[in-house]
């Protein structure tokens, strides 16, 4: 499987993981992502800034998308502290994995990937914030070696759960980085083809949230201050 930053082209994939795992949580009574926040003209706007900034990447199977998340350095102060903001850290948002490919342990080797990516760049810590109320979720990422810092409980914002584990390199035998400036949006791939890559193999279920919830959806917080920028 390929990684590779997402392009204009593939804002309605991006709605769509979003959506797919909005219909899968509702059904389980998980209220995460219910409404697009705070509007869907805002949510698509500030998703569409994240890939222009090149913070935004989606993992290729062949031409299907199979997961995306988003990386970025912007540390909340409604969430992270000055002392905290000021150690080099790098932020995942929106780390999604399609219903097709879930139960294959994607979603920890995203994070895998995004660790490694941290060390790549001397942060120290990669960290996330996870839905409030969505405690599935915030086991999965304690299970994937994240400590909880504290949960930042905000009238204007539903993801204040708090983690972070140190950025380390780890070995990623599923995922690999896209060619320096090649880009794999739907619409370029089906311009111009794409080689044939082995298929992901199957694993079992390996964590309490894969097999309970099978993949990890985690939804980053509105940044009131920044709605221009950024917009969960």
Do not use: C
Not at 44 to 72: C, H, N, Q
Not at 153 to 180: C, D, I, K, T
């Amino acid at each position: 499987m390929l990684i590779a930053p997402a392009t204009p082209d593939d804002l309605k994939t991006l709605i769509g993981f979003r959506d797919e795992a909005a219909r899968w949580l509702k059904g389980r009574g998980i209220d995460q992502w219910s409404a697009p926040w705070p509007t869907q003209d805002l949510m698509e706007e500030g998703m569409l800034r994240s890939i222009l900034a090149g913070e935004t990447f989606i993992v290729w199977d062949d031409d299907t998308p199979a997961a995306t998340l988003t990386v970025d350095h912007w540390a909340n102060p409604d969430l992270w502290t000055p002392v905290e903001a000021a150690e080099p850290a790098l932020y995942t948002h929106k780390v999604t994995v399609a219903r097709a490919y879930a139960g294959r342990g994607l979603g920890r080797e995203l994070l895998d990937w995004a660790g490694t990516r941290a060390a790549n760049e001397g942060a120290r810590w990669l960290r996330l914030d996870a839905w409030t109320t969505n405690r599935t979720l915030q086991q999965y990422y304690l299970d994937q070696g994240f400590s909880h810092v504290r949960t930042v409980v905000l009238a204007h914002n539903p993801s204040g759960a708090l983690f972070q584990r140190p950025a380390a390199r780890v070995p990623m035998p599923h995922l690999q980085e896209a060619p320096a400036g090649r880009e794999h949006s739907t619409l370029n791939r089906m311009r111009e083809g794409v080689e044939s890559r082995p298929e992901l193999p199957r694993e079992g279920n390996d964590g309490s949230m894969e097999r309970s919830m099978k993949v990890p959806i985690e939804a980053d917080q509105a940044r009131p201050k920044l709605i221009s920028r950024h917009v969960a």
